[in-house]
């Protein structure tokens, strides 16, 4: 491990020590799954998302991977312990790490369960992370695209629990959306927002011409390389709009140090990773947090916080050197 380079930040109440952090879905509901991924480098450990009552999911196979391509798609359904399961859990296995901050989160299948759980888990947990955006359950629209709703969940959670909370939010498209829900943020007085959930999508193979998974009709939430664009612009949005009152998260596409540090220059001032957590395991964050500390001591840089939105705008070419539709080739060629 690099001891030269700081790559600690400050989440509200949480202090992370390194800022990377599992992504709520992969191996992180039962406790074996959880106990090494306490053991590991991960700056805290997120659980998987509870309901009121416990569910076994969708059918399988709901997970595929795609190790060359770099991704994933899921259609887990909630499969959890239920918030009463979780609740037990956090308190076995803060015992046995009690200097790891434990996030629970919870994912309402009604609007009026969130206060429900949060007033159990709240006390027990070191931040909650309400999952506005789960887009895997039939029938059920994603809390976030409904700002009147959000707002209510987030109001009522709030006040039933003096826990961080962050926000869990889907990939938004919209510049204007994204200043509506960043509004409510500041109004309902939430530590962060978590940007983003998995983007709704579909994978197949030519070969048998088959889905990849077999729930909802092959359609489920991506993950991995292909998000990583799309993760970045909703970080950089809502760190733009939420200023310094609201911290962001940054969630989607990570597989190296080099990912992580365009998640902390759009803004983010930790990160998730899921995917590639998915694929590598608990080992995944020492890997990337020596790879971001060799990284960053490249650079000259002894802290990774100073990084955090820096990301310079390109400049505009002078006028009189425009041509039609001149490209910048990255291979410089
Ligand atoms: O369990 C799931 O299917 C799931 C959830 Br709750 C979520 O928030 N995001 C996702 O990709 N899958």
Same mark, same amino acid.
């Given at each position: 491990m690099n001891h030269s380079v700081s790559l600690s930040g400050q989440i509200g109440r949480l202090h992370l020590d390194p800022v990377l +952090?599992?992504?709520?879905?992969?191996?992180?509901?039962?406790?074996?799954? #959880? !106990?090494? #991924?306490?053991?590991? *480098?991960?700056? &805290?450990? /997120? +659980?998987?998302?509870?309901?009121?009552?416990? !569910?076994?999911?969708?059918?399988?196979?709901? /997970?595929?991977c795609d190790r060359e391509a770099?991704?994933?798609?899921? @259609?887990?359904? +909630?499969?959890?312990?239920?918030?009463?399961?979780? @609740? $037990?859990? %956090?308190? *076995?296995?803060k015992a046995e790490h009690p200097d790891k901050p434990f996030v629970a989160s919870l994912a309402g299948l009604q609007p009026e369960h969130f206060a429900v759980m949060a007033r159990r888990l709240g006390p027990v947990a070191d931040a909650l992370e309400i999952n506005l955006s789960c887009p895997n359950i039939a029938g059920k629209p994603q809390l976030a695209f409904d700002p009147e709703a959000s707002r209510r969940v987030l109001a009522e959670v709030r006040s039933v629990t003096t826990c961080d909370l962050w926000v869990k939010l889907p990939p938004f498209q919209d510049d204007r959306?994204?200043?509506?829900? @960043?509004?409510? =943020? =500041?109004?309902?007085?939430?530590?962060?927002?978590?940007?983003?959930?998995?983007?709704?999508? %579909?994978? +197949?193979?030519? $070969?048998?011409?088959?889905t990849a998974i077999h729930p909802r009709g092959g359609m489920g939430g991506t993950g991995g390389r292909d998000v990583l664009r799309v993760a970045l612009w909703n970080v950089r949005q809502f760190s733009l709009c939420l200023g310094e009152k609201v911290a962001v998260i940054g969630c989607g596409g990570i597989e190296s140090g080099a990912d992580v %540090?365009?998640?902390? =220059?759009?803004? &983010?001032? &930790?990160?998730? /990773?899921?995917?590639?957590?998915?694929?590598?395991?608990?080992? /995944?964050? @020492? *890997?990337? $947090?020596?790879e971001l500390a060799e990284l960053l001591q490249k650079k000259g840089v002894a802290q990774l916080g100073v990084k955090r939105g820096a990301l310079r705008v390109l400049e505009a070419a002078p006028e009189g050197a425009w041509t039609q539709n001149q490209i910048r080739w990255k291979d410089g060629r």
């Open positions: +952090l599992n992504a709520s879905g992969p191996w992180c509901t039962y406790d074996e799954e #959880l !106990r090494p #991924l306490a053991a590991s *480098r991960a700056g &805290a450990v /997120v +659980l998987k998302s509870a309901t009121l009552e416990p !569910r076994h999911g969708n059918p399988e196979p709901r /997970v595929s770099g991704t994933s798609i899921n @259609a887990v359904g +909630l499969a959890n312990l239920g918030y009463e399961g979780h @609740a $037990e859990q %956090l308190a *076995r296995l959306l994204v200043e509506q829900m @960043a509004g409510i =943020l =500041l109004e309902t007085g939430v530590q962060a927002a978590v940007c983003i959930n998995s983007p709704s999508g %579909l994978d +197949l193979d030519l $070969e048998t011409e088959t %540090l365009k998640h902390v =220059l759009c803004g &983010a001032s &930790a990160v998730q /990773v899921g995917t590639t957590y998915l694929m590598e395991g608990p080992a /995944v964050f @020492a *890997r990337l $947090e020596a």
